[in-house]
């Protein structure tokens, strides 16, 4: 096994060894894409949810509505990119990312504070797939892949608006929380 943070060499009488590590890294970067498809589509159910959260500001519920559509075209940008490489979407790891959003939003679900735990998780996701794609595009660089690590290089800036956002909008939703708590203890 070849160490990491190493670059392979060519071996002048293994032409094979070569292309064998060309595929590996497109078989990798096949896997990442199919994990970023299914982390989109996870991520649609998460973004409805605060779209249409009364308790949350309008400037929250926009927000995500708007992030929603970001997020519905990446998820179909990804798939293109995986039909580029002749192959397709896994259902298997779709499913996972839908099944791995949808049990983090059953577990706020009875929570006091569940407006506030979904975005601080928002949040994080939003970093999350900022360093998947940050990731993958370096890997599509890496195998030559130029259009597909531009696609990355093209999601992240949405990705980097809506964590702004959330950022920006944590303080405001925090204090109205904690106002609404006080309310209700007096």
Not at 79 to 104: E, F, I, M, N, R
Not at 140 to 148: C, F, T, Y
Request: with cysteine.
């Amino acid at each position: 096994m070849q160490r990491r943070h190493t670059t392979p060499q060519a071996s002048t009488s293994s032409r094979s060894t070569l292309s064998d590590e060309t595929n590996d890294v497109r078989d990798q970067i096949i896997h990442w894409l199919r994990d970023a498809y299914g982390m989109e589509r996870g991520l649609e159910a998460a973004l409805e949810k605060q779209a249409n959260n009364e308790d949350l500001s309008r400037t929250v519920r926009d927000r995500a509505a708007r992030h929603l559509g970001e997020t519905r075209r990446h998820a179909e940008d990804v798939k293109s990119a995986l039909q580029s490489l002749d192959t397709d979407t896994s259902a298997l790891k779709t499913g996972v990312g839908v099944l791995a959003q949808a049990s983090k939003g059953m577990t706020t679900k009875f929570a006091r504070d569940e407006e506030i735990k979904d975005l601080l998780d928002a949040y994080a996701m939003e970093h999350f797939e900022i360093a998947c794609y940050t990731a993958l595009a370096a890997a599509a660089e890496r195998a030559g892949l130029s259009q597909i690590a531009e696609m990355c290089r093209r999601i992240i800036p949405d990705e980097e608006k809506m964590a702004q956002a959330l950022r920006e909008s944590l303080p405001r939703e925090v204090l109205g929380y904690l106002f609404e708590v006080e309310a209700k203890e007096r």
